[in-house]
């Protein structure tokens, strides 16, 4: 996957969504998400997580009870499979992290697989 480049994120074998790759770092990727229906089963775990994520911008630190619930949301996005096929059908990244922020999305990369018979 390039730059500019368009994939299909999948979560626990369910195609969720379109992803628009816009820069790479490392073993991290950043880009922009278009959920399908199909993401409103998901979409309340990631909201939590963004809301608590952004509960202590204005404090140095969350309080203790929103840290644990911020951990807990953190351990079950990791608990989710995930992957992101290239739209070309080539490419599959296995993802180890996922983080959806809104229209936001960043991955970091556990696996990068070609894709055989493809196209």
């Given at each position: 996957?390039?730059?500019?480049?368009?994939?299909?994120?999948?979560?626990?074998?369910?195609?969720?969504?379109?992803?628009?790759v816009r820069t790479f770092a490392d073993s991290?990727?950043?880009?922009?998400?278009?959920?399908?229906?199909?993401?409103?089963?998901?979409?309340?775990?990631?909201?939590?997580?963004?809301?608590?994520?952004?509960?202590?911008?204005?404090?140095?630190?969350?309080?203790?009870?929103?840290?644990?619930?911020?951990?807990?949301?953190?351990?079950?996005?990791?608990?989710?499979?995930?992957?992101?096929?290239?739209?070309?059908?080539?490419?599959?990244?296995?993802?180890?992290?996922?983080?959806?922020?809104?229209?936001?999305?960043?991955?970091?990369?556990?696996?990068?697989?070609?894709v055989k018979n493809a196209g």
């Amino acid at each position: 996957m390039t730059t500019g480049s368009r994939a299909r994120l999948t979560i626990n074998g369910t195609d969720v969504g379109h992803v628009r790759v816009r820069t790479f770092a490392d073993s991290w990727g950043f880009g922009e998400f278009e959920p399908s229906a199909a993401f409103a089963e998901f979409a309340p775990l990631f909201g939590r997580w963004s809301l608590l994520l952004h509960a202590g911008h204005d404090e140095d630190r969350l309080n203790p009870a929103a840290s644990e619930e911020l951990r807990r949301a953190e351990l079950a996005i990791d608990a989710l499979r995930c992957t992101l096929l290239s739209d070309d059908g080539r490419e599959l990244l296995d993802l180890t992290q996922l983080n959806i922020d809104g229209p936001l999305i960043d991955w970091k990369v556990g696996q990068r697989r070609r894709v055989k018979n493809a196209g």
